[in-house]
């Protein structure tokens, strides 16, 4: 069978402005707030794509109605107390989903589910929430004694308890605070560095108990709590395809609006910015706690340059599109602290080398690191290797030169209709 492929012309300057989709992240978490509350409350703009569609079946199946509402979604929750599912859970590609909604069912006492997903996600580990969710009095069991999906749950009486992240990921102390909601006593996360921070504002906008107090953020046993409207911002790293191409193909200027300006999320404008980027942004209003504002963007000359490995945790999903401006960079660029990359979606280290090269990139991959030698790129063919993130970010690595995009429907799992605004800022060539 013949594969799907895209074939993007040359593009000239990219112009205009846009409002990406609603933020994945905050999706998800929204959803689930939602169907954990009393009553009815709205997502307004929410993100509507692969992997939040995922989450808002699974919670149907666990007994939230969800109805879509124009762009909105109108979700009644079931309180605290979720319904048995009649089937396995289907988590698909999303990786938030299942961590998060694992904390969730560790505590629902007496409730059976089992958890799967597509081939990229029962790849992915989860030893890192089971294991302290075990710790907390959680049940639950899987291939490889629970390190891999599918993952079977039996809901516990929980206990809280204090843990400290090993590895930095925002999912981990999220799937611990949601079943901190459902235990006895405190439960503490402490992260040595610091990941995004959404479920914790969530927490605030619902007036769930949260304390915070420099790394450590702690919770308790939740009351029953009302539903609340809550807006979604626009995904910020959405956004950052927008930005590099814009930054990349002369004579662009791009500007992004209602997007989400989360301190936790943009470490990627500090790392444009350093490689000389003409870049601005700012901070217009907050919608449910998260900063939302706009970013300009236009067309510069990039040098390399070697990035903080304390960013890289404020810019995890970001690195592929900060790959395809290093490639576009006077000199090399050096990026450190990719271990956790390699078990995103795809194996992002090996995809970008893969990509670059194929793009006429002089890489060098480390165990957890790259570095690449900039000065443009050939057309050529990219390859998303099953990732949403590795096909848009090199789809505009090769837009000035033209580029085929092999199974760029990928791009849905996180953005539909990417390539038509894509498209539409070069004016529709
Ligand atoms: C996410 C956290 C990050 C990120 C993922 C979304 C979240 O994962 O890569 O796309 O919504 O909490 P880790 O927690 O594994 O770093």
Known sequence: MDRAHLDLKPSGPLRGALRVPGDKSVTHRGLM??????????????????????????LGALG????????????RGQGLR???????????????????ILGILAGQEGLFAVLTGDHSLRRRPMGRVVEPLRA??????????????????RGAS?????????????????????????????????????????????????GLPLGVEGNRIRTRRADPF???????????????FFLVAALITPGSEVVVEGVGLNPTRTGLLQVLASMGADLEWRVLEGEAGEPVG????????????????????????????????????????FIPNLSELRVKESDRVAAIAHNLRALGVEVEEGPDWLRIRGGGVRPGEVEPFHDHRI??????????????????????????GFFRDLLGLCGGS
Request: charged fraction near 20%; charge should be negative; include cysteine.
């Open 391 to 416: 096909a848009m970010a090199f789809a505009v690595a090769g837009l000035p030169v033209g580029v085929r995009v092999w199974e760029p429907g990928w791009a849905e799992i996180s953005y539909p």
């Open 82 to 100: 979720l319904k048995e599912p009649g089937d396995v859970l289907d988590c698909g590609n999303a990786g938030t989903l299942m961590r998060l």
């Open 33 to 58: 707030l939602l169907a954990l509350a009393e009553g009815e409350g709205r997502l307004l703009y929410p993100l509507k794509a692969g992997d939040t569609l995922s989450t808002a079946r699974v």
């Open 226 to 240: 009302p539903a609340r409207d809550l807006v979604v911002p626009g995904d910020f790293s959405s956004a950052a």
């Open 294 to 333: 706009y970013i300009r963007a236009r067309y510069s000359p990039l040098k390399g340059v070697s990035v903080d490995p304390a960013l890289i945790p404020l810019m995890v999903d970001e690195v592929p599109i900060l790959a395809a401006a290093a490639a576009w960079a006077e000199g090399e660029t």
């Open 64 to 75: 939230a109605e969800i109805a879509e509402e124009g762009p909105h979604f109108r979700v």
């Open 136 to 153: 907390m009095g959680a049940q639950v069991d899987g291939r490889e004694g629970g390190k891999r999906a599918p993952l079977a749950v």
């Open 158 to 206: 929980l206990r809280g308890i204090r843990y400290t992240l090993p590895v930095p990921s925002a999912q981990v102390k999220s799937a611990l605070l949601l079943a901190g909601l459902f235990a006895e006593g405190v439960t503490e996360v402490e992260e040595p560095v610091p990941t995004r921070d959404h479920t914790e504002r969530l927490f605030r906008h619902f």
